[in-house]
């Protein structure tokens, strides 16, 4: 093995990282940092460092990395680290050796006396990978990994002198007890899978025995854990460790063809992306083949790939197809790897939506019941909505409250009004004000635009009930509007202005999996009861959620976009609650104008003024679009926005292309300046599309890129309806056929249940359950730093790859009727900026 210029090190088909990426400094164990291990093109194991217990958790102490060196004269990967707490500095140490790599932690003074026996060097497994295979120990036991947790568990009590933790996290441990699993195994020697050549690797401990632990015993997103304990009285060579992985020579990983899992439409570009390992000896020909009626394959098209181009890891070309235009069912084949089969026909996405809208949504509708058919998906939830966050909180999941509520409620009291409509923000339940706004700007205009009259629930407020696949006369767009205003207005009734967050007191409810209604006792807490008594709707259960009522300009703009753009979707079925909501929205802009809201940022976490003061602008400015499409061009508005115009400009990507949706409103020298503003976006555009492989924003950030693709998809197919002589519909098209298929590490789309292969392992609320709920969006891949891009199919505990989130469902029910209607033009519209003409030609 050998370092790497990026700084890792590598050999055919097998890879170690160290300190690549860091611990996060909010959500801390995000599963991706310290010593990482690559075999055969997968990510088996991370979070290689020394750790305080068998199985740590997420918010768990993690050490401090001091700085990380790539020595390669040595072949060998150092990380400095410590736990100032205790004192305790170390060198972690991968150095290449013959067959693998040693790993050694190497203290620069023995082992703190209060950390014996607790202090080990931690490597953790991915279970989807491992369980069901087998593991061996010194050649004398022998086990199987389990498909579920089932050792037995015993107490751990923390040392009365340890450091203090945060309170919630205090409150955590106490709740659910200081338990750690005994180990599935132990010895000096330990082989998992040896059955499987792809995952077999060996590891041998020189200083103590290897202790073999299933994390999933204490939280479902665990990982098996390999762990030996550093022993006392010795610094250098605390723990050593040797790694032998099973490499099959010359390996080299197979071609994956990205193409959309739902088709292509026949009159419009049709380009699958194939990503090869560099090492790989690429065939020159790919083809295409239709299923017949007898069930055989036949040869309809047969075209050579365009030369492989270099991107991070691996390779990428082309293979177009865009002149094969009948209708039927085709799958490709390139160098003995075969598609699923995908339609080409008009109407592939006219059924990409609805599963995101009437499923995913729907399940994620808070303080009501959902049912499907006999499945209750979740009871009436949070109906003890909500009580005042404490000032001075620094919560977790990066919530946070300063020395001014900015509420007329005392900490503690309960705020009436609040528990109606709303989403589950995510994964988890909390409710966050960007999301909700989003989703309801999202559908409003998605409504508007597309004449969106969907109806496939029956949504009661009153009842809090909602059923699917129950048509009721009222489109699904409609109803999710109006329950997301539900909850805007009663943030701004209750408390006089919307708040950012509606969240989980504790931890315990935070991880909380399952039936949204049994997380709190759906009764208003009162603190004279004792905590289980219960008095009609009140109790001494302190379970409700907390609203952290900060007044933030950012979501007063927030408020009034979504609402004005509410009031445009709901007339003509709520004319009432449309007047209320056009109201309000005209209230609160006309204060906020007159009277600004102070900029506020986290305490300890400093946002900079010049990018906080940039997202309140981007919000008014938003806020002002939407007030002058609801008001039929309101003159305050139409002012407003030609004086905000030449900054918005400048972020035409972020929120300054809404500028062509008030262009009916505004005079020709507006037009004129947003025309000059989309052709100097789209050239700049080009040019960022033009060095990544698959033409959309690439995702190089802690989180996958889903949304920003999503983004782009809605944003061009306006510019488009605008300048169609300026902007293709190919930008849109591409975007949705990222999501449903076209784009790195596999071909499975990005939408739960759309396409032939979906994502059907997520993070979403049921993820206990390993499994999906339909129409959900995934983030997708992120780089493991430095250069491995990762989406695991069949793992759904990854919040970062995996983790569903409102508003990239209904930002995807906009795109995707977007490509829709692109598609059921008369005609395709040609490209031709100097971009969009040459991926034309290289794709035609």
């Not at 899978?193 to 025995?209: K, V």
């Not at 805007?488 to 006089?496: D, E, P």
Request: charged content about 20%; glycine content about 8%; overall charge negative.
């Amino acid at each position: 093995m050998q370092v790497t210029e990026t700084g890792y090190l590598a050999t055919q088909g097998f890879n170690v990282m160290l300190y690549d990426s860091t611990f996060h400094p909010i959500f801390v164990d995000q599963k991706n940092t310290a010593m990482e291990m690559i075999l055969h093109g997968e990510r088996i194991a991370t979070n290689g460092d020394v750790r305080l217990m068998p199985t740590p958790e997420q918010w768990d102490l993690v050490a401090q990395l001091k700085g990380r060196h790539a020595d390669k004269d040595h072949n060998r990967l150092t990380a400095d680290l410590s736990f100032p707490s205790y004192q305790m500095d170390y060198r972690l140490e991968v150095a290449a050796e013959p067959g693998g790599v040693r790993v050694s932690v190497n203290l620069d003074k023995p082992l703190p006396e209060k950390l014996a026996g607790r202090a080990g060097f931690n490597l953790e497994f991915l279970p989807s990978i491992y369980m069901d295979k087998t593991y061996a120990a010194d050649g004398n036991a022998f086990g199987i990994f389990p498909r579920s947790p089932q050792e037995e568990m015993h107490k751990v009590l923390p040392s009365p002198d340890d450091p203090k933790k945060l309170p919630y996290q205090e409150e955590w441990d106490e709740a659910k007890g200081y338990t750690q699993p005994l180990p599935l195994v132990t010895g000096n020697n330990i082989t998992f899978a040896t059955e499987d050549p792809l995952h077999r690797i060996s590891i041998s401990s020189e200083t103590g025995p290897l202790a073999l632990y299933d994390g999933r015993n204490r939280a479902q997103n665990g990982w098996f854990v390999l762990r030996t304990l550093i022993p006392s009285g010795k610094s250098e060579g605390a723990v050593v460790w040797h790694i032998r992985p099973n490499v099959i020579p010359n390996w080299t990983r197979p071609p994956m063809i990205a193409h959309s899992q739902i088709g292509y439409a026949p009159n419009f570009p049709k380009v699958a992306v194939i990503e090869l390992d560099p090492k790989f000896d690429a065939p020159k020909m790919a083809k295409l083949l239709r299923l017949a009626d007898d069930g055989s394959y036949k040869p309809v098209f047969e075209a050579p790939i365009s030369a492989p181009k270099p991107w991070l890891r691996y390779a990428y070309a082309k293979f177009d197809f865009s002149s094969v235009k009948d209708p039927g069912l085709y799958a490709i084949e390139y160098a003995d790897q075969r598609t699923d089969l995908f339609p080409i026909s008009k109407d592939v996405y006219s059924r990409s939506w609805q599963s995101s809208l009437d499923g995913y949504l729907a399940v994620e509708m808070d303080h009501v019941s959902v049912r499907e058919g006999y499945r209750l998906w979740h009871g009436v939830s949070h109906l003890d909505d909500a009580r005042q966050a404490p000032p001075n909180t620094n919560h977790f999941d990066g919530a946070w409250l300063g020395p001014n509520t900015d509420s007329p409620f005392q900490p503690g009291q309960h705020i009436p009004g609040l528990n109606v409509g709303g989403w589950y923000d995510a994964g988890d339940y909390d409710i966050r004000a960007e999301t909700q706004y989003a989703v309801i700007q999202d559908l409003a205009l998605a409504y508007k635009e597309f004449s969106l009259k969907w109806d496939e629930l029956t949504v009661d407020e009153n009842a809090r009930t909602v059923e699917m696949h129950r048509p009721d006369g009222i489109p699904d767009a409609v109803q999710q509007v109006k329950h997301g205003v539900l909850q805007v207005l009663g943030q701004i009734n209750s408390i006089g202005h919307p708040v950012p967050e509606i969240m989980e007191p504790n931890l315990r409810e935070y991880t909380h999996l399952g039936d949204a209604a049994s997380k709190t006792d759906g009764r208003v807490y009162n603190a004279k009861l004792t905590p289980h008594q219960v008095d009609g709707n009140f109790s001494g259960a302190p379970d409700d959620r907390w609203a952290f009522t900060t007044k933030e300009p950012r979501l007063q703009y927030g408020s009034i976009a979504a609402l004005a753009a509410a009031s445009q979707a709901l007339k003509g079925w709520d004319d009432g609650l449309a007047k209320h909501c056009l109201e309000t929205a005209v209230k609160l802009w006309t204060e906020e104008q007159a009277h600004p809201t102070p900029i506020k940022s986290p305490p300890g976490r400093q946002t900079p003024q010049n990018f906080a003061e940039g997202i309140v602008r981007n919000e008014e400015w938003k806020a002002t679009v939407q007030l002058l499409l609801a008001t039929n061009g309101g003159q305050a508005y139409k002012k407003h926005v030609l004086e905000m115009f030449p900054n918005v400009e400048k972020r035409f990507g972020f929120g300054g292309w809404m500028a062509v949706l008030a262009l009916p409103y505004m005079d020709a020298g507006f037009k004129h300046q947003v025309e000059t503003a989309v052709r100097s976006y789209v050239a700049e555009l080009d040019k960022q599309l033009a060095a990544t492989p698959f033409g959309v924003p690439p995702s190089l950030r802690t989180w996958g890129g889903a949304i920003e693709v999503i983004d782009l998809g809605a944003r061009m197919y306006f510019l488009h309806k605008a300048f169609p002589e300026i902007v293709s519909p190919d930008y849109t098209l591409r975007a949705a056929n990222y999501i449903l298929g076209t784009h790195p590490v596999s071909s499975t789309s990005y939408v739960s249940g759309v396409g032939t292969v979906s994502k059907l392992k997520a993070y979403g609320n049921n993820r206990a359950d390993n499994t999906f709920i339909p129409g959900g969006v995934i983030p997708g891949y992120i780089i493991i730093k430095p250069d491995f891009p990762e989406c695991i199919d069949d793992f759904g505990f990854l919040w970062f790859e995996d983790e569903y989130v409102i508003d990239v469902a209904s930002r995807w029910v906009l795109a995707a009727n977007a490509a829709n209607a692109l598609v059921n033009q008369t005609q395709p519209t040609a490209a031709v900026s100097a971009t969009n003409t040459q991926m034309t030609h290289s794709q035609r």
